[in-house]
């Protein structure tokens, strides 16, 4: 194309629910979707690289500037240099594996950006793709009409609640609560472009006394068509009915069956406290006073199961942060409360989610989260369900399929930090360094409390020292407990300096000496340096085993798999006794049973899957 004669760029912002299809080349982009594809081929990208994309593929060829590229694409928000960076790092590696060097992005040095391809630019057809056929559900938080400001916890428990009937009635796709619930009042309009999603269900909720009047609505984001409205008068005592009939005419109005899932009524006083407990702090403090809360409402209303399974939650959550006897003590309570919740409903997602944790994760038990998934599957697509995926996916060392199932718990909640962090944790057990500290410096941009050790980690294995240097003085780091704190820092050290690398091995020497215990964290790092036969004799020391089944151990950290199986263990990958700790870990038996292996296995020596088996 004529660089001279290419139309101007536009100044508006871009709108993915309005945009058009481009074809690029071998390159298909269907931007309402966030699909490209090439051929059978495709995958999703995220909202603001689509944006980007739509905005370099409407005028390939010409050179965009970074302030053109914020202004239609960060709609003219102030953001760092990295953040245009990273989406076009995302858009090149999503080019580089569909279509090779057929469409490319070019810097053009202290210009901008500009879109190249080898083929006729043109407009796509309309084609109706199965994403399109799938919708995929954004629930904005209902706004609170109430007279009273404070029953906002009200109006979010009863959007939530209507959220977790529609994933488990309807089996539908829905973007993520933490993500959903970010758009309010005067900020709902951006949600259809920013979400990505094909429908927006919204309303309103009126309490007065013992009456509540909930408003809703079902709206097409392609053509801000209102498919469906309707109002509903109900006393308390009826809450869970009214939000079952919200749930089952919207699931008719998408063609999609409903089934209605028995829930136990509560007194409306009792029902008041759960979404209290459910609305509090993610953090420690949080979590503490959603236990006592959750703790008086399982009192008063024994049969409720969905107090039960986030009073697991929560227990769960506690015990990362707390000591080795608070810790035991709160598995205890989660495990009590875990058993009543599935003993009432044996489908309570989050319940299935606490259990996958428990006893699939953290103990070693990959069939048992295997199987647990698969339950929490049949309930609809939520966030949290692809969050699981990858977490197992990482343990077991399948790291190319941890990434995509990060990617799509990315897609469906794209504005939940945690998810941000999921995909770069994926990315730098697989060695994509760079992919990695992208996604991690993006949440550190965004958040001002969050754990950066992996940032840092990332950081010492690109010997980027000016960084690693403000990172661990940073609140974020320094704040962290001293067990996390430490080991991290030791390898950035030892990485700077080979000397510090006898240091970092006596440390573990002594803590085993002293403790009978170290984790598989700093036995992986030991490994990196090339401490082999080190890393295999303290193994041999150690037992490796989840709290409360008889041995000592450092509490649920210890049994992180995925550090032995990361890029940074290989030289443990190449020994031969690699497998047979593999076994002792648990994954050598579960790799066989499935016939399915890690990324490792065509990267070593020797015939890893003949040894896993013998030893299975």
Request: net charge negative; charged share 25%.
């Amino acid at each position: 194309m004529n660089i001279a004669t290419s139309p101007p760029a536009r100044s508006a912002a871009i709108d993915l629910a309005t945009a058009q299809p481009i074809v690029l080349g071998p390159l298909h982009v269907d931007p309402p979707a966030r699909r490209i594809s090439a051929g059978t081929r495709g995958q999703k990208i995220e909202p603001r690289a689509m944006r980007v994309l739509v905005a370099l593929g409407e005028v390939p060829g010409r050179v965009l500037s970074r302030d053109q590229l914020l202004e239609q694409c960060w709609d003219g928000q102030i953001v760092t240099d990295n953040a245009v960076t990273r989406v076009i790092s995302i858009l090149r590696h999503g080019f580089a594996e569909l279509v090779g060097d057929a469409v490319k992005i070019e810097t053009i040095a202290k210009v901008g950006f500009r879109l190249v391809c080898k083929g006729a630019v043109t407009a796509a057809p309309e084609i109706v793709t199965a994403e399109e056929i799938t919708p995929l559900l954004a629930v904005l938080p209902f706004d609170n009409l109430s007279s009273d400001a404070d029953m906002q916890f009200f109006s979010d428990g009863v959007t939530e609640e209507i959220v977790q009937r529609l994933a488990r009635g309807a089996q539908l796709s829905l973007i993520g609560r933490t993500s959903s619930f970010q758009f309010r009042g005067a900020r709902k309009s951006e949600a259809p472009h920013v979400l990505g999603c094909s429908h927006i269900v919204d309303g309103s909720v009126r309490r007065v006394g013992d009456r509540v009047r909930i408003a809703a609505q079902l709206m097409a984001t392609k053509d801000n068509l209102l498919l469906w409205s309707d109002s509903f008068d109900r006393t308390l005592d009826n809450i869970f009915e009214v939000q079952d009939e919200i749930a089952e005419k919207i699931a008719r109005v998408l063609n999609r069956t409903f089934s209605r899932s028995p829930v136990t009524g509560i007194d409306p006083g009792v029902h008041d406290l759960y979404l209290r407990a459910r609305i509090q702090s993610f953090s420690p403090r949080g979590w503490r006073n959603s236990i006592a809360l959750l703790e008086e409402v399982t009192r008063l209303a024994p049969g409720f199961a969905p107090a039960w399974g986030w009073l697991a939650h929560a227990c769960e959550l506690l015990q990362w942060s707390s000591a080795p006897e608070e810790a035991r003590l709160l598995a205890a309570t989660a495990q009590e409360a875990l058993d009543k919740a599935l003993a009432i409903d044996p489908h309570d997602r989050t319940a299935l989610f606490v259990d996958n944790c428990l006893h699939g994760l953290f103990s070693g038990n990959f069939a048992r989260s295997e199987a647990t998934i698969a339950r929490m599957g049949s309930g609809g697509e939520e966030a949290d369900l692809w969050m699981a995926r990858a977490h197992l996916a990482s343990r077991l060392g399948f790291f190319r399929e941890a990434k995509d199932h990060a990617r799509r718990f990315y897609e469906l909640d794209p504005l939940n930090d945690e998810a941000t962090v999921w995909l770069g944790a994926c990315h730098l057990r697989a060695g994509e360094t760079a992919e990695a500290r992208a996604a991690f410096e993006r949440r550190l941009a965004v958040s001002e409390d969050c754990d950066i050790t992996n940032l840092v980690l990332a950081c010492a294995f690109d010997r980027d020292w000016a960084r690693i240097d403000a990172l661990i003085v940073s609140r974020n780091f320094t704040r962290l407990p001293a067990a996390e704190r430490d080991p991290i820092t030791a390898f950035a050290a030892a990485c700077r300096d080979p000397e510090q690398v006898s240091e970092l091995r006596q440390a573990v020497e002594t803590e085993i000496r002293q403790t009978g215990a170290t984790d598989i964290r700093s036995l992986s790092f030991l490994a990196y340096f090339g401490l082999v036969d080190e890393v295999f004799a303290f193994a041999d020391a150690c037992a490796f085993r989840p709290v409360g089944d008889g041995h000592e151990n450092k509490g649920i950290r210890a049994y992180l798999a995925w550090n032995f199986l990361a890029f940074w263990a290989q030289p443990l990958h190449r020994d031969p006794r690699f497998p047979a700790l593999c076994a002792r870990l648990g994954l050598a038996g579960f790799w066989a049973s499935r016939g399915k292996w890690p990324d490792l296995a065509d990267t070593v020596p020797y015939d890893l899957r003949a040894a896993c088996m013998a030893l299975a």
